[in-house]
């Protein structure tokens, strides 16, 4: 059996934003993977708030990380938060020190700029050159009266190799990465050390995360290591870009999932389109997350950057709204005062007719007040003739031929002449539901007068 499809409850995934902004598609990318993979193997999908930076942390971004996660469905089986572990990520650092791998340093910002800049111009990498560990007890007794001191992990001069689920074998010369700081000058704990405690101890097996964070996965490793903990499986999916390929991050503000909700974009359009962008399955419209982690598999996905166009996300809304059941939409159908009686047959008319949900009202709208005939010049006798004809109410779903029918008789039109001028005069529109559908349902047909 393929070890792919196989249940593992063990299996632990989180999510970890941090609450300083608001969800885009690009962490929905990431959010809806890790979903996947833990709802396919019957897991724990973790909502893991990376909250240390209390400035611009806000609570107001947690709640709004939240609802957009609610609106999606995706559940998540527990919820953690980084500012309440603080005391953990001490003890953490205190091993690390008690080892030997988390040494004092007093470099300001502008002094390691300098060094960065000298190394650069001597075309070397700009690797932090650990001149803090050469400091005697003395020298650093007195730089600590003078300056804040950080902390920095003390990598181990070796490749960090391993198996990614998405790019395949990684290899990484530590030697070309600076040693990561891991605690500030100010005592905040910076996330590199905070998402490795929470990973130990939550058990996370499989951490799906964007390609940015490849050189944080090699120095992950190696603290995890020394900190006596299970490395979990790795996956570093590719950056999504705009359809020109830009950087998806110049267009933020019109990518957040609460502006996608507000144009009125359906949660299994977004959904369905992100679990299958940049990797070799076709995009398919599902019906639910069951089916997306059904046919989930992570190594399917490429290293390419893949490209986004959030107007894919219309066809998608569109044909996902024609397939849904009255149930699907009850709600917002009564919402606009539709009569039970008559709102599944109103639903059967429109579904293939709406862009969005909030496309309802205009149809709901038209049937109850009736539209302003549109009616050209050369065809308003020919309408004149016709509104003599319309059947005596109540009308079903065979008047619209019956009248048509008579009105062809009598006037000798037929086809697109026939009907087009009709629908025009109905319902001041060129296009739109089967007529047969809606002519029972309009109660206001201000044409008539014309007749
Ligand atoms: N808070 C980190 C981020 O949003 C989490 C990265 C990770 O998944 O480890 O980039």
């Known amino acids: 059996m393929n070890p792919n499809k196989r249940k593992n409850p063990m299996t632990t995934t989180r999510f970890a934003p941090s609450p300083t902004g608001y969800l885009h598609v690009g962490n929905l990318r990431t959010a809806l993977m890790n979903y996947l993979i833990a709802r396919k193997a019957g897991g724990t999908f973790i909502l893991r708030l990376d909250d240390t930076d209390p400035e611009r942390s806000k609570p107001e971004y947690a709640d709004a990380i939240r609802e957009d996660l609610a609106w999606l469905g995706l559940e998540w089986d527990r919820e953690a938060r980084q500012s309440e572990r603080l005391a953990r990520y001490e003890a953490a650092a205190e091993q690390l020190r008690a080892s030997g791998r988390l040494y004092e340093c007093f470099e300001t910002p502008t002094e390691l700029d300098l060094k960065r800049k000298k190394q650069l111009n001597m075309g070397k990498p700009p690797v932090y050159d650990r001149a803090a560990l050469k ?52 005592g905040q704990f910076l996330y590199t050390l905070a998402s490795v405690c929470d990973d130990i101890d939550h058990g996370i097996t499989d951490v799906v995360r964007g390609s940015d964070h490849v050189t944080n996965t090699a120095t992950q490793i190696q603290i995890i290591r020394a900190l006596g903990g299970e490395v979990p499986r790795f996956a570093h999916h590719s950056l999504l870009t705009g359809p020109e390929g830009e950087a998806l991050s110049k267009r933020l503000g019109t990518l957040a999932l609460r502006d996608l909700r507000a144009q009125g974009i359906e949660p299994m359009a977004l959904l369905s389109l992100l679990a299958r962008l940049g990797s070799s399955d076709p995009v398919e419209l599902r019906n639910s997350l069951e089916e997306l982690a059904e046919g989930f598999d992570l190594s399917r996905f490429g290293a390419a950057p893949t490209k986004f166009d959030v107007e894919d996300l219309k066809p998608l809304t569109k044909r996902h709204l024609a397939s849904l059941p009255f149930e699907a939409v009850k ?52 309408i004149a003739e016709a509104m003599k004809l319309l059947p005596p109410r109540p009308w079903d779903e065979q008047t619209w031929s019956s009248w048509t029918s008579a009105v062809r008789e009598a006037t000798g039109r037929k086809g697109r002449a026939l009907f087009m001028p009709l629908r025009k005069a109905l319902t001041g529109l060129d296009h739109g539901p089967d007529m047969a559908r809606l002519m029972p349902l309009l109660k206001v047909v201000k044409a008539e007068g014309e007749g």
């Open 135 to 186: 400091l005697t007890e003395e020298e650093k007794a007195a730089l600590r009266n003078e300056r804040p001191s950080h902390w920095r992990f003390r990598l181990d001069h070796e490749r960090i190799e391993w198996e990614d689920g998405i790019l395949g074998p990684v290899s990484i010369d530590a030697a070309s990465v600076s040693d990561p700081v891991l605690i500030r000058g100010d």
């Open 331 to 382: 709600e917002d159908i009564a919402a606009l005062g539709v009569p039970d009686e008559i709102a599944p047959a109103f639903w059967e008319a429109v579904r293939e007719n709406i862009d969005t949900r909030k496309d309802l009202a205009a149809w709901w709208d038209l049937i109850r007040k009736g539209a302003e005939p549109a009616i050209e010049a050369e065809d308003a006798d020919f």
